[in-house]
Nanobody, 121 residues
Framework: QVQLVESGGGLVQPGGSLRLSCVAS????????MGWYRQAPGKQRELVAT???????NYADSVKDHFTISRDNAKNTVYLQMNSLKPEDTAVYYC???????????????WGQGTQVTVSS
């Protein structure tokens, strides 16, 4: 019913930048919260940043000085601008959204399939 599709990952040198995008489609009344998580090899999935529909944001301490999350509510799209990338930012980045499929419905969490970000020289 709801699909999240990420794009924008790739290989970048340390100090470089990437911009991730995630589009939510399907039966969506409200994508109240959208965000990004990441999972590095051998590690647990961790929060990167979230943004709610009023524009309020939350960041992990490790990224708040060089990542910026934004969203386009009309397009149900969330972005992650990643600057000054470091090797430790290497991970699979997953898009997440809390979605209502109709007014008053419960909120469900949906995940994208992930996009690889590799920071290496």
């Amino acid at each position: 019913q709801v699909q999240l599709v990420e794009s924008g990952g790739g290989l970048v040198q340390p100090g470089g930048s990437l911009r991730l995008s995630c589009v939510a489609s399907g039966r969506i009344f409200s994508a109240y919260l959208m965000g990004w998580y990441r999972q590095a090899p051998g590690k647990q999935r961790e929060l990167v940043a979230t943004i709610i529909s009023d524009g309020s944001t939350n960041y992990a301490d490790s990224v708040k000085d060089h990542f910026t999350i934004s969203r386009d509510n009309a397009k149900n799209t969330v972005y992650l601008q990643m600057n000054s990338l470091k090797p430790e930012d290497t991970a699979v980045y997953y898009c997440n959204s809390l979605v209502q499929i109709y007014a008053g419905s419960p909120t469900f969490a949906y995940w994208g399939q992930g996009t690889q970000v590799t920071v290496s020289s």
